[in-house]
Protein backbone atom coordinates (compact mmCIF):
# COMPACT_ATOMS: atom_id res chain seq x y z
CA UNK A 1 0.00 0.00 0.00
CA UNK A 2 1.16 3.29 -0.62
CA UNK A 3 2.10 5.64 2.63
CA UNK A 4 2.48 8.45 0.83
CA UNK A 5 1.69 9.44 -3.15
CA UNK A 6 2.53 12.72 -4.27
CA UNK A 7 1.64 14.28 -8.02
CA UNK A 8 3.28 17.22 -9.41
CA UNK A 9 4.70 19.10 -6.22
CA UNK A 10 5.58 22.27 -7.25
CA UNK A 11 7.38 24.92 -4.88
CA UNK A 12 8.73 28.29 -5.08
CA UNK A 13 11.29 30.76 -2.89
CA UNK A 14 10.70 33.60 -4.58
CA UNK A 15 12.30 33.57 -7.69
CA UNK A 16 14.11 30.10 -7.14
CA UNK A 17 11.97 27.45 -8.24
CA UNK A 18 12.84 24.84 -5.55
CA UNK A 19 10.50 21.74 -6.62
CA UNK A 20 8.90 21.24 -9.83
CA UNK A 21 6.94 18.09 -11.29
CA UNK A 22 7.71 16.64 -8.22
CA UNK A 23 5.98 12.74 -8.19
CA UNK A 24 6.60 9.91 -5.84
CA UNK A 25 5.13 7.36 -4.80
CA UNK A 26 6.19 5.47 -0.97
CA UNK A 27 5.54 2.35 -0.21
CA UNK A 28 4.51 1.09 3.54
CA UNK A 29 7.36 -0.31 5.36
CA UNK A 30 9.87 0.50 2.52
CA UNK A 31 13.36 2.21 2.70
CA UNK A 32 13.48 5.06 0.18
CA UNK A 33 16.83 7.22 -0.50
CA UNK A 34 16.61 10.71 -2.29
CA UNK A 35 20.28 11.01 -3.44
CA UNK A 36 21.29 14.38 -5.73
CA UNK A 37 23.82 17.42 -5.22
CA UNK A 38 23.16 19.66 -3.06
CA UNK A 39 20.69 22.29 -3.97
CA UNK A 40 19.06 19.67 -5.64
CA UNK A 41 15.36 19.71 -3.68
CA UNK A 42 15.98 17.28 -1.27
CA UNK A 43 15.63 19.01 1.91
CA UNK A 44 12.50 20.86 0.95
CA UNK A 45 10.93 17.76 -0.44
CA UNK A 46 11.28 16.20 2.64
CA UNK A 47 9.24 19.06 4.39
CA UNK A 48 6.95 18.78 2.11
CA UNK A 49 6.15 15.65 2.82
CA UNK A 50 6.31 15.80 6.29
CA UNK A 51 3.97 19.04 6.07
CA UNK A 52 6.34 20.97 7.41
CA UNK A 53 5.99 23.44 4.79
CA UNK A 54 3.24 23.51 2.23
CA UNK A 55 3.55 23.23 -1.46
CA UNK A 56 2.24 25.86 -4.24
CA UNK A 57 0.76 23.31 -6.17
CA UNK A 58 0.83 19.58 -6.51
CA UNK A 59 -1.42 16.45 -4.55
CA UNK A 60 -0.43 14.58 -1.82
CA UNK A 61 -1.72 11.64 0.32
CA UNK A 62 -0.14 10.63 3.37
CA UNK A 63 -1.22 7.27 5.18
CA UNK A 64 -4.25 7.34 2.42
CA UNK A 65 -5.70 10.61 3.20
CA UNK A 66 -5.76 13.87 0.92
CA UNK A 67 -3.75 16.47 2.49
CA UNK A 68 -6.30 19.73 1.93
CA UNK A 69 -4.50 22.85 1.46
CA UNK A 70 -5.77 23.62 4.86
CA UNK A 71 -3.08 23.67 7.50
CA UNK A 72 -5.70 23.09 10.29
CA UNK A 73 -5.78 19.17 9.60
CA UNK A 74 -2.55 19.07 9.17
CA UNK A 75 -1.44 18.11 12.71
CA UNK A 76 -2.98 14.76 13.63
CA UNK A 77 -1.09 13.79 10.40
CA UNK A 78 2.19 15.54 10.95
CA UNK A 79 2.16 13.84 14.45
CA UNK A 80 2.32 10.40 12.76
CA UNK A 81 5.52 11.67 11.61
CA UNK A 82 8.86 12.48 12.31
CA UNK A 83 11.89 13.72 11.09
CA UNK A 84 15.68 14.09 11.85
CA UNK A 85 17.59 16.84 11.15
CA UNK A 86 21.63 17.03 9.70
CA UNK A 87 22.32 18.86 13.05
CA UNK A 88 21.29 17.04 16.01
CA UNK A 89 18.95 19.59 17.94
CA UNK A 90 19.53 18.88 22.07
CA UNK A 91 19.29 21.42 24.44
CA UNK A 92 21.65 21.94 27.53
CA UNK A 93 19.48 19.62 29.82
CA UNK A 94 19.41 15.65 30.58
CA UNK A 95 19.04 13.09 28.30
CA UNK A 96 16.02 11.83 29.68
CA UNK A 97 14.62 15.21 29.64
CA UNK A 98 15.66 15.57 26.10
CA UNK A 99 13.91 12.69 24.77
CA UNK A 100 10.87 13.10 27.01
CA UNK A 101 10.44 16.74 25.61
CA UNK A 102 8.95 14.71 22.31
CA UNK A 103 6.03 14.19 24.35
CA UNK A 104 5.42 17.09 25.34
CA UNK A 105 2.66 17.87 23.38
CA UNK A 106 1.05 14.63 23.87
CA UNK A 107 -0.90 13.39 26.48
CA UNK A 108 0.57 10.73 28.58
CA UNK A 109 1.25 9.56 32.23
CA UNK A 110 4.35 10.47 33.65
CA UNK A 111 4.18 6.47 33.93
CA UNK A 112 4.00 6.02 30.54
CA UNK A 113 6.47 8.79 29.61
CA UNK A 114 9.01 6.85 31.75
CA UNK A 115 8.61 3.78 29.85
CA UNK A 116 8.09 5.30 26.42
CA UNK A 117 11.44 7.50 26.92
CA UNK A 118 13.13 3.88 28.46
CA UNK A 119 12.32 2.19 25.24
CA UNK A 120 13.33 5.05 22.63
CA UNK A 121 16.85 5.46 24.79
CA UNK A 122 17.32 1.69 24.26
CA UNK A 123 16.28 1.69 20.62
CA UNK A 124 19.20 3.83 20.39
CA UNK A 125 21.40 2.15 22.57
CA UNK A 126 21.85 5.29 25.08
CA UNK A 127 20.20 3.87 27.90
CA UNK A 128 23.09 4.36 30.03
CA UNK A 129 23.17 8.08 28.97
CA UNK A 130 19.70 8.45 30.65
CA UNK A 131 21.29 11.05 33.15
CA UNK A 132 23.95 12.90 31.55
CA UNK A 133 23.74 16.12 29.97
CA UNK A 134 22.88 15.51 26.56
CA UNK A 135 25.16 18.52 25.39
CA UNK A 136 28.20 16.40 26.93
CA UNK A 137 27.83 14.01 24.69
CA UNK A 138 29.82 13.59 21.57
CA UNK A 139 28.05 14.46 17.68
CA UNK A 140 27.37 10.83 16.63
CA UNK A 141 25.19 10.30 20.51
CA UNK A 142 23.69 13.85 20.52
CA UNK A 143 22.29 12.55 16.87
CA UNK A 144 21.32 9.49 18.51
CA UNK A 145 19.40 11.49 21.43
CA UNK A 146 17.46 13.68 18.41
CA UNK A 147 16.40 10.29 16.99
CA UNK A 148 15.77 8.91 20.46
CA UNK A 149 13.62 11.83 20.51
CA UNK A 150 11.37 11.51 17.61
CA UNK A 151 10.94 7.86 18.12
CA UNK A 152 9.48 8.49 21.28
CA UNK A 153 6.44 9.41 19.31
CA UNK A 154 6.02 5.92 17.60
CA UNK A 155 6.45 7.82 14.26
CA UNK A 156 4.92 5.41 11.65
CA UNK A 157 6.82 7.76 8.45
CA UNK A 158 10.54 8.78 9.60
CA UNK A 159 12.02 11.40 7.74
CA UNK A 160 15.98 11.62 7.76
CA UNK A 161 17.39 14.54 6.44
CA UNK A 162 21.37 14.21 5.82
CA UNK A 163 21.45 12.29 9.07
CA UNK A 164 24.79 11.18 8.77
CA UNK A 165 26.94 14.77 6.97
CA UNK A 166 28.40 15.75 9.92
CA UNK A 167 28.87 12.50 11.55
CA UNK A 168 32.24 10.32 11.94
CA UNK A 169 32.48 6.58 9.68
CA UNK A 170 31.55 5.22 12.58
CA UNK A 171 28.76 7.22 14.37
CA UNK A 172 27.29 7.21 10.74
CA UNK A 173 27.64 2.98 10.78
CA UNK A 174 25.31 3.38 14.48
CA UNK A 175 22.73 5.46 12.98
CA UNK A 176 22.51 3.15 9.29
CA UNK A 177 22.29 0.06 11.97
CA UNK A 178 19.39 1.53 13.84
CA UNK A 179 17.39 2.75 10.66
CA UNK A 180 17.29 -0.74 9.48
CA UNK A 181 16.75 -2.17 12.45
CA UNK A 182 13.54 0.18 12.90
CA UNK A 183 12.59 -0.42 9.26
CA UNK A 184 12.97 -4.77 9.77
CA UNK A 185 11.02 -5.14 13.03
CA UNK A 186 9.01 -2.74 13.69
CA UNK A 187 8.09 -2.63 9.82
CA UNK A 188 8.65 1.69 9.94
CA UNK A 189 8.39 3.18 6.60
CA UNK A 190 11.77 5.66 5.87
CA UNK A 191 12.74 8.57 3.78
CA UNK A 192 16.47 9.82 4.01
CA UNK A 193 18.07 12.15 2.14
CA UNK A 194 21.81 11.95 1.48
CA UNK A 195 24.34 12.99 -1.26
CA UNK A 196 26.15 9.90 0.01
CA UNK A 197 25.47 7.10 -3.30
CA UNK A 198 27.32 4.30 -1.00
CA UNK A 199 24.77 5.18 2.08
CA UNK A 200 21.96 5.65 0.03
CA UNK A 201 23.17 2.18 -1.14
CA UNK A 202 24.01 0.74 2.00
CA UNK A 203 20.58 1.41 3.27
CA UNK A 204 17.51 1.57 0.37
CA UNK A 205 15.41 -0.59 -1.46
CA UNK A 206 14.26 1.92 -3.54
CA UNK A 207 16.27 5.67 -5.00
CA UNK A 208 15.14 8.40 -6.33
CA UNK A 209 16.90 10.68 -7.75
CA UNK A 210 16.95 14.67 -7.56
CA UNK A 211 18.24 17.02 -10.12
CA UNK A 212 17.54 20.69 -9.95
CA UNK A 213 14.17 20.41 -8.46
CA UNK A 214 12.80 16.82 -9.78
CA UNK A 215 13.03 13.41 -9.19
CA UNK A 216 14.91 12.36 -12.22
CA UNK A 217 15.16 8.39 -12.17
CA UNK A 218 13.41 6.11 -9.66
CA UNK A 219 14.13 2.63 -9.23
CA UNK A 220 15.56 -0.35 -7.09
CA UNK A 221 18.85 0.45 -5.63
CA UNK A 222 20.35 -2.46 -7.39
CA UNK A 223 19.28 -1.21 -10.65
CA UNK A 224 19.78 2.40 -10.00
CA UNK A 225 23.40 1.79 -8.64
CA UNK A 226 24.23 -1.03 -11.22
CA UNK A 227 27.72 -0.26 -13.39
CA UNK A 228 27.49 0.91 -16.73
P1 LIG B 1 19.16 19.89 -0.91
O1 LIG B 1 18.48 19.37 0.31
O2 LIG B 1 19.14 18.92 -2.05
O3 LIG B 1 20.53 20.41 -0.64
P2 LIG B 1 17.36 22.09 -0.63
O4 LIG B 1 15.98 21.54 -0.67
O5 LIG B 1 17.93 22.44 0.69
O6 LIG B 1 18.30 21.12 -1.44
O7 LIG B 1 17.40 23.40 -1.51
C1 LIG B 1 16.84 23.46 -2.83
C2 LIG B 1 16.92 24.90 -3.30
O8 LIG B 1 15.98 25.67 -2.58
C3 LIG B 1 18.27 25.53 -3.03
O9 LIG B 1 18.54 26.41 -4.09
C4 LIG B 1 18.08 26.28 -1.73
O10 LIG B 1 18.94 27.36 -1.60
C5 LIG B 1 16.63 26.71 -1.84
N1 LIG B 1 15.97 26.79 -0.53
C6 LIG B 1 15.72 25.78 0.32
N2 LIG B 1 15.08 26.18 1.41
C7 LIG B 1 14.90 27.51 1.26
C8 LIG B 1 14.30 28.53 2.04
N3 LIG B 1 13.73 28.26 3.21
N4 LIG B 1 14.30 29.78 1.55
C9 LIG B 1 14.86 30.05 0.37
N5 LIG B 1 15.46 29.17 -0.44
C10 LIG B 1 15.47 27.90 0.00
P1 LIG C 1 21.16 21.19 2.95
O1 LIG C 1 22.41 20.68 3.58
O2 LIG C 1 20.04 20.23 2.99
O3 LIG C 1 21.36 21.78 1.59
P2 LIG C 1 21.49 23.69 4.16
O4 LIG C 1 22.50 23.41 5.21
O5 LIG C 1 21.87 24.30 2.87
O6 LIG C 1 20.64 22.37 3.87
O7 LIG C 1 20.32 24.58 4.80
C1 LIG C 1 19.92 24.41 6.13
C2 LIG C 1 18.55 25.02 6.28
O8 LIG C 1 18.47 26.30 5.66
C3 LIG C 1 17.48 24.17 5.60
O9 LIG C 1 16.35 24.13 6.44
C4 LIG C 1 17.18 24.89 4.32
O10 LIG C 1 15.85 24.78 3.91
C5 LIG C 1 17.45 26.32 4.67
N1 LIG C 1 17.93 27.01 3.49
C6 LIG C 1 18.69 26.50 2.50
N2 LIG C 1 18.93 27.41 1.56
C7 LIG C 1 18.33 28.52 1.98
C8 LIG C 1 18.19 29.82 1.44
N3 LIG C 1 18.72 30.16 0.26
N4 LIG C 1 17.51 30.74 2.14
C9 LIG C 1 16.96 30.43 3.30
N5 LIG C 1 17.02 29.20 3.86
C10 LIG C 1 17.69 28.28 3.20
Redesign the pocket.
Known sequence: MAIIEAHGIRKS?GS?LALHDVDLTVGEGEILALIGP??SG???LL?VLDLIEPADEGRLSVFGIEVASERGSWLDLRRRMGML???PIVFNASVYDNVAMGLRYRRASGEEIDRRVKEALEAVGLSRYIKSRATDLSGGEQQRVALSRVLVTDPEILFL??PT?NLDPTSTATIEEIVMRLNREAGMTVLI?T?DLAQGQRLAHRVGVMIEGTIAQTGASSDVFRAP
Open positions: YLSGKSTRFQRDEASH
